[in-house]
Every structure is written in structure tokens, then in C-alpha cells.
């Protein structure tokens, strides 16, 4: 008669064992790949929601007839201004003289984004001005009562955007 031995071996074959380790360093290499481009999103998206942020500061500076250098309310109300010259900062400013337009004596602050992120359109092409004339407040977007103004930044990394709309309501919408 004839005894089958049963073979019981206990332990990884280094074919399986190095299965495995590619297996473990292909997930961790996947991980580290999206984290990163997640992280970058998320810059953006944070980065998207201060422009809204900074541009309903200004529309409430109007509205709460904020003074300008603790002097006087300005007469042409607030607004922020943004240019295609300088894509990586934009400006909160007082319309001093009234004219609808940012003038270099009339910035209040200056913000300046992080490297990596800019401005990458501005509709109306060229330079933005968006002003909030109290006490309504009336919105202005380069002049005119009846616009809608879009800001566009990017991310330079992943090349993704992110769109910030005001229209002439006062409407602040980030997307």
C-alpha cells in the first residue's frame, strides 16, 4: 500500500512574497501621486474661496460706509482690483475720487496669492475694477451698472481652475 505524504509547508515563496511587495509599493506610490495633486485642489479651491471673501470684504466696507486711512467714507465706495500685468495679486481699494476706477493712491490692501496659483483670465478682458457704490450697493464693473465680471485662477502644476463670478446684482458666486 501506498502512503501519500502530505507536504505542509508553512511558509512564502519568494515569487509570493515578492508579488507582494509590488503590490504594496505600486498602492503606495498611487497614493503618494493623487495626494499631492488632491493637496494642489485644495490650495485652489481654498485660494477661491478668500478672492470671494476678500471681494464680499469690500461690498461690506460699502455697505457699513467703512472710512478710508480713518479720514473719510470715500465717495466712489469700494472695490477690488484685479489685472492680467500682475496675475499672482489683486487689490481692495477705496474709490476716492469717485471715478469707478482703481487709481494707485486708493489701495487700501494689497493680496498676493500663493506661488503656484494666479490669475489666469479676467472677463472683461485686461483689467477688472469691481466697486460697490453705497448705499444700495450699487455694483460697478469696470464702469458699468449692467456687467457681469468673471475672475479665473489657476493652478500651475495640475493646470486646473477655478472661476469667481460677481454679477451687476452683487452676486458673488465661486463655483
Given amino acids: ?13 519568494l ?3 515578492l508579488v507582494s511587495i509590488l503590490i504594496i509599493t ?4 498611487l497614493f503618494l501621486v493623487n495626494y ?14 478668500k478672492l470671494a471673501s476678500n471681494i464680499r470684504l469690500a461690498q461690506n466696507y460699502s455697505l457699513g460706509s467703512k472710512t478710508y486711512n480713518g479720514t473719510n467714507v470715500p465717495t466712489g ?10 496675475s499672482g495679486k489683486y487689490i481692495i481699494f477705496a474709490d476716492i ?5 482703481y487709481d494707485l493712491n486708493e489701495a487700501m490692501e494689497t493680496k498676493t496669492l500663493p506661488s503656484g496659483v494666479t490669475i489666469n483670465s479676467l472677463s472683461p478682458a485686461g483689467a477688472v475694477d469691481i466697486i460697490f457704490l453705497p448705499p444700495n450697493p450699487t455694483v460697478y464693473i469696470n464702469g458699468l451698472v449692467s456687467a ?7 493652478e500651475n502644476i495640475n493646470n486646473s481652475t477655478a472661476v469667481v463670478t460677481v454679477n451687476f446684482f452683487g452676486l458673488i458666486d465661486a463655483d
Avoid: C, P, Y
Fill in 15 to 17: 515569487i509570493e512574497l
Fill in 77 to 86: 465706495g469700494w472695490g477690488v482690483h484685479f489685472t492680467m500685468t500682475d
Fill in 97 to 101: 475720487d469717485g471715478d469707478q476706477a
Fill in 26 to 29: 505600486t498602492m503606495t506610490g
Fill in 1 to 13: 500500500m501506498l502512503i501519500l505524504k502530505k507536504n505542509s509547508s508553512k511558509g512564502f515563496t
Fill in 36 to 49: 499631492h495633486n488632491t493637496n494642489k485642489r485644495s490650495e485652489l479651491n481654498i485660494e477661491k474661496q
Fill in 148 to 154: 457681469d465680471a468673471q475672475i479665473q485662477l489657476k
